[in-house]
């Protein structure tokens, strides 16, 4: 038995199995290659779910975790510690945002949207029962609070009450939205592009005629910018491409390229409806996830991340196009940037398993759609790479 199986034994045998792993230990990374136990170099495109924005092993990155470690791990928010101070400044001057709450994960980040949603519109009128306007084919976590705003019941089935559930309107159709707008509606939430639902941008249209409805009817318009913020789509913000802003958003994976770490940032509207008491967290914005922030801030600056990111997003957009004129049973084609997602005429099991074995690491987006989110350093050779091996995966699995 290899090191690497007895690895996923164990891991069967300790770890409790709320997921069906791929058969793989990865050991280590360098660049935008991943390595497992046993040597096999992997080319990576998923970048941990669109986490490794800055790619593994760099260099920068890792002597600012290593001097933090040799500083301070944790105070807890009793007090002020300079990376948060840093951290935040730096999330506030590129976002023209007003004010930063740490967490720990893009799901905390969401709840602490909901809370200020939900207190917004407390303060004005304690005496409703206030709700949420969500998206069908919605993804926001798995907590309690942010399962109730996700638009797929087959992940709140057993864990969220009806009664908790947000109400839910299409995506991309404003008229839907509209006319389920009542007096007890307290915030819209939606991702600028779908990410879990199918790698599905915002229509321009869309995302302003939110803006609008939440202007006249002083609700908050809360953008989950999980998975395609912090530079994926071509603009450091999503939304920046539109020209809208919310008054809550939610922000987390390539916020910290690694490190647990995610925010959520308001307006100055929003900035009032939470005071002491109201929310709290012990390791949220500690002193070694925000060096982490506030490092990949500054890595994104010198680096030009973002015109990168629009630049070899065309590439691999161009090349996925040709990949879908190629093969019959590639029915589909979308995505922004960096996050692209290439949709077929039935599941993507067995493609994903397949290009595995052949050296490459994608992901699914629901059942019959794969998922491009690498990190977003990588270059057009990288881009020629993994067209090379999906190619000959799609031809070993007897696509034509």
């Excluded at 893009?106 to 304690?126: F, N």
């Excluded at 926001?140 to 709140?156: D, E, I, K, M, P």
């Excluded at 500054?298 to 065309?314: K, P």
Aim: glycine share 10%.
């Amino acid at each position: 038995m290899s090191k690497m199986q007895e690895y996923m034994e164990r891991g069967e045998q300790y770890l409790l199995k709320t997921y069906n792993r791929f058969p793989v230990v990865f050991e280590k990374g360098d660049g935008v290659y991943l390595q497992d136990m046993d040597g096999k170099r992997y080319l990576d495109f998923a970048a941990g779910i669109a986490v490794f924005a800055l790619g593994y092993n760099h260099r920068e990155y890792n002597e600012a975790l290593k001097e933090q470690v040799d500083l301070i791990l944790h105070t807890s928010n009793l007090y002020y510690n300079k990376p948060a101070v840093d951290a935040a400044e730096k999330i506030v001057k590129t976002s023209g945002m007003s004010k930063v709450f740490f967490t720990n994960s893009g799901t905390e980040a969401i709840e602490g949207a909901l809370k200020v949603a939900r207190k917004y519109a407390w303060l004005k009128d304690p005496g409703k029962d206030y709700e949420f306007i969500a998206m069908n084919h919605s993804f926001h976590g798995r907590s309690q609070g942010a399962l109730s705003v996700t638009g797929n019941a087959h992940y709140q089935e057993g864990f969220v009450p009806v009664e908790m559930r947000a109400v839910f309107a299409d995506f991309n159709n404003l008229e839907d939205v509209k006319s389920k707008i009542t007096d007890r509606t307290c915030g819209i939430i939606c991702e600028v592009v779908q990410g879990e639902g199918g790698i599905y941008p915002a229509d321009p249209d869309f995302l302003k005629g939110l803006r609008e409805i939440c202007d006249e009817k002083d609700i908050l318009l809360i953008f989950d910018e999980v998975q395609c913020g912090m530079g994926r789509c071509g603009s450091l913000y999503a939304h920046d491409l539109y020209g809208v802003k919310p008054d809550v958003m939610a922000l987390a994976k390539a916020l910290g390229c690694g490190v647990p770490v995610g925010a959520f940032v308001t307006n100055e509207k929003a900035s009032h409806a939470l005071v002491p008491g109201d929310h709290g967290t012990t390791y949220g914005g500690n002193p070694f996830a925000t060096a982490a922030v506030s490092r990949v801030f500054d890595i994104y600056e010198a680096n030009d991340i973002v015109s990168h990111v629009n630049q070899v997003g065309q590439y691999l957009y161009q090349k996925l196009e040709e990949l879908k004129e190629k093969y019959s049973q590639i029915t589909d084609h979308r995505g922004l940037g960096l996050m692209q997602g290439v949709q077929f005429d039935g599941p993507v099991s067995k493609i994903i398993a397949k290009a595995l074995e052949n050296g490459l690491v994608i992901i699914s987006a629901g059942s019959d759609i794969i998922r491009f989110v690498p990190p977003l350093v990588i270059t057009e050779k990288d881009v020629d790479e993994m067209i090379r091996i999906l190619d000959q995966t799609l031809t070993e699995c007897g696509f034509h």
